[in-house]
């Protein structure tokens, strides 16, 4: 063989003559390669979600359920805000306690509903759409709520009277503000946090809870009970029902492609020891 045809032959095998490698380098997936968001049910070794941007319009997983209450309903005790007669003349009927409302087919309200493990790796957009918190008749409006880390919680005063804003947080620092009639301030929070609770320091009945999330699947139970979680990524998840009173339980549940699972909860009066 000629020294020309030598060269030419290596040349060709450190250029890559001869075929065109498509394939991506071992280890990687296509999200690394090409620069898509994983899909629905793409997996790596071990069957683990990839992970990845996730636009939840590609999610086809429900999870749903219902929280129960078992035993007598606890009574709502009266709001006392003869104090305050600005309070007051917002209600027709006297305002009663919103720690635990048991509807009546003896369902559970205001149950903070979240996928607690089975979504990491996952990054989801946030919306640009704030939650808002308002004052309305010296109470919080909503009682309990979600939000992401990053979204802006617009919290307002609508009432006549001045009101206080203190935040009670162990991730999310402090804040502690006077808010006069006709106010608004936003706020975000930067970690999750399952609950932050805000109160009035004016006016002590008046209590909020948060549930500071990353993601999106999450709710709160109202008549009826139930929630329902969709567009998910097909995937093994923990799911996690909190109450204020009744503290927090769990349950896990696998859901696939096109599935919907039912995950219930029960809670009960504690029993004093």
Not at 14 to 43: I, K, R, V, W
Not at 98 to 124: C, H, M, P, S, Y
Not at 202 to 217: D, L, N, R, T
């Amino acid at each position: 063989m000629s020294k020309m045809a030598i060269l030419i032959s290596c040349l060709c095998l450190l250029s890559g003559c001869g075929g065109n490698n498509e394939n991506p380098p071992s280890g990687t997936t296509p999200s690394e390669t090409n620069g898509t968001s994983a899909q629905p049910g793409d997996t790596t070794e071990g069957g683990k979600a990839p992970g990845g941007t996730w636009d939840p319009a590609r999610g086809t997983a429900t999870l749903k359920g219902t929280v129960r209450f078992d035993g007598k309903p606890p009574r709502r005790r009266p709001v006392q805000m003869g104090a305050e007669p600005a309070c007051a003349e917002h209600h027709k009927t006297p305002p009663v306690s919103e720690t635990v409302i048991v509807n009546a087919d003896g369902t559970l309200r205001n149950v903070f509903v979240v996928i607690k493990k089975g979504l990491q790796g996952w990054k989801f957009p946030v919306p640009s759409e704030p939650v808002v918190l308002d004052q309305v008749g010296c109470t919080y409006v909503p009682h309990v709520f979600g939000v992401r880390t990053g979204q802006t919680v617009n919290i307002r005063n609508s009432d006549g009277v001045e009101h206080n804003v203190h935040l009670f947080s162990k991730r999310n620092g402090r804040l502690n503000f006077a808010q006069t009639k006709g106010a608004s301030r936003d706020h975000v929070f930067k970690r999750q946090e399952v609950m932050v609770q805000l109160k009035c320091d004016i006016h002590g009945w008046m209590k909020s809870w948060a549930g500071v999330v990353k993601h999106p699947f999450f709710a709160v139970t109202a008549d009826g009970g139930t929630f329902e979680l969709k567009g998910l990524p097909p995937g093994d998840y923990e799911v996690e029902a909190w109450h204020e009173k009744y503290g927090s339980q769990t349950g896990k549940v696998t859901v696939g492609d096109n599935e919907t699972k039912t995950v219930d909860f029960t809670f009960s009066k504690k029993k004093r020891s």
